[in-house]
């Protein structure tokens, strides 16, 4: 059995996951909407596919890709970062809100994608990043040059005379800190991530309308919504009084992600933003929720608040790390845990609000090589698997692309190949630190480097897979060859063709968007078992998430109807025992 990794946070077991509702007509279905059956894909623009040949994907790119992505049956597209930025951080730092990224292109691009997006019944969801811009942006220009500047309480200013600032986190910063000292006010700024992105003062209500004002200009442009970037960071203690770590104990769950996120004011400007922008349109608004708990998830969600529409929490994707290392994997993290985690965010929503699932972004390694297994036996089928936990389980699903193809983490050999300021700067604590170098590396290759997930597109088998005729930003994956669009198109049982399939089940199935969410067998090591119930629609979801044989003996099996799908050619089942083959994923009708 494979061990229990202990996380960051204490979960605690719902109590009713194994039991089933005796009366159908408790089951709660809640109000139906678009942003809540949609199936989000999401690209990142830098990786998706180049026209111009610079190396870089760009906006002409995506949109000679439309009919593909069409072709999967997605609804929305959210975009990672387009605007004007110096591209500090690939985009997250932001010069000139009302501007494309050279690089990516020109407006009239941008309005030729939207046009035909929406010309092809899919929704196109931006990337607000609001807690901080780029030092290159005007406003930060102005703040810098005196004190009594209009611009200085833009952002957060902590004058040196009176001593260093109370530590807080930068981190995209070798030291760790998020102050840095400015020499020409004499004045230090604080920032979250990089000190080329200096953290936003929401206190001051100039800030706030700004921001409105530039979210009202990209709604009335036609755009369908936002995914929110850390914005429960933008609320701030302005005393920015000392945090120990026995206070992060106390009061914060120990994580200085939870104390970011606990602004005084954070709900009030959400709900400030919610009346002077989010409710005049039919938009959808999603929250990084990056320090939200299970105890303040509906504080954001909640409709009678008013806030956001819903968020997506890091406890899953959280799971498996070696505390004291830089994103390191422990192989053996728990299926256990893992159905703890979910089936306790899904019960979160059980009665309000709304919840997502997803396994991978921009952020995160590849899915199929931290959930699943990337060796040649078992990359297909387990992708497969993942891809049905995705598209069956409670929650706006949210899938990354290219994990529709399978594509698999880098595994980089040198630091010199990574372009990700993250990695970049862990590399120097531990150089600093006087670490061994090399296993960072290595430890990278499985775990959290960013640029496992943001390798180029794969879409055939030409040079530089099709993506780019340059020399692209950030070096192809060497198994394209194996693993790409056009192989994948063309091969009924594909990986990538499997998704459409699954896609098309859930669209057609209404119990899994809105049915509710059973866990079976929760401390069954291998195989994750569960049923969607909606009024008189049942089904049984079983996902064998090991590399060997493993069977389960569930009673359900024996009012099966039918096997909806099935990533293997069969299933092999005696009287109320399911024999799984490894990374076997199957879904049956049952009464």
Known sequence: MKKIIPLLLAFFMFSHCNKEPENKAEISVPSKTWWKEAVVYQIYPRSFKDTDGDGVGDIKGIISKLDYIKSLGIDVVWLNPIYGSPNADNGYDISDYKAIMKEFGTMEDFDALLKGMHEKGLKLVMDLVVNHTSDEHPWFKESRKSRDNPYRDYYHWWPAEKGKPAFRPGAFEADGSGWRFDSLTNAYYLHYFSYKQPDLNWENPKVRHEIYDMMNWWLKKGIDGFRMDVIPFIAKDTTFPVITQADLDKNYHGRWDVYMASGPHLHDYLKEMNSEVLSKYDCMSLAEGAGMLKSTALNFVDEDRHELNMGYHFDGVNLGYIPGHFKKMDPN???????????????????????????????????????????????????????????????????????????????????????????????????????????????????????????????????????????????????????????????????????????????????????????????????????????????????????????????????????????????????????????????????
């Open 333 to 591: 993290w728990s299926l256990v845990e893992f159905k703890k985690i979910y089936s306790d965010w899904d019960a979160v929503y059980k009665d309000k609000g709304w919840g997502t699932i997803y396994l991978g972004n921009h952020d995160q390694p590849r899915m199929v090589s931290r959930w699943g297994n990337d060796t040649p036996k078992f990359r297909a089928y387990s992708s497969k698997m993942l891809t049905t936990f995705l598209l069956s389980m409670r929650g706006t699903p949210y899938y990354y692309y290219g994990d529709e193809i399978g594509m698999t983490n880098a595994y980089f050999d040198s630091i010199e190949d990574y372009r990700d300021i993250e990695t970049i700067a862990e590399y120097e604590k531990v150089k600093i630190a006087g670490g061994d170098l090399q296993q960072f590396i290595e430890d990278q290759k499985t775990g959290g480097a960013r640029d496992n997930g943001r390798t180029p597109m794969q879409w055939d088998t030409t040079a530089n897979a099709g993506f780019t005729a340059g020399t692209p930003w950030l070096s192809v994956n060497k198994n394209f060859n194996q693993v790409n669009v056009a192989s994948e198109n063309k091969t009924p049982n594909s990986i990538l063709n499997y998704f459409r399939k699954m896609v098309k089940l859930r669209k057609e199935n209404p119990v899994l968007i809105y049915g509710a969410y059973h866990l079976l067998q929760a401390e069954h090591p291998d195989i994750y078992a569960y049923t969607r119930i909606l009024n008189d629609k049942k089904m049984l979801i079983l996902l064998n998430f090991s590399d060997h044989n493993s069977n389960i003996n569930l009673k359900e099996i024996e009012t099966k109807e039918g096997t909806l799908i099935n990533n293997y050619e069969s299933v092999d089942i005696e009287n109320d025992k399911i024999n799984l083959l490894p990374y076997q994923a199957v879904i049956f009708s049952i009464k």
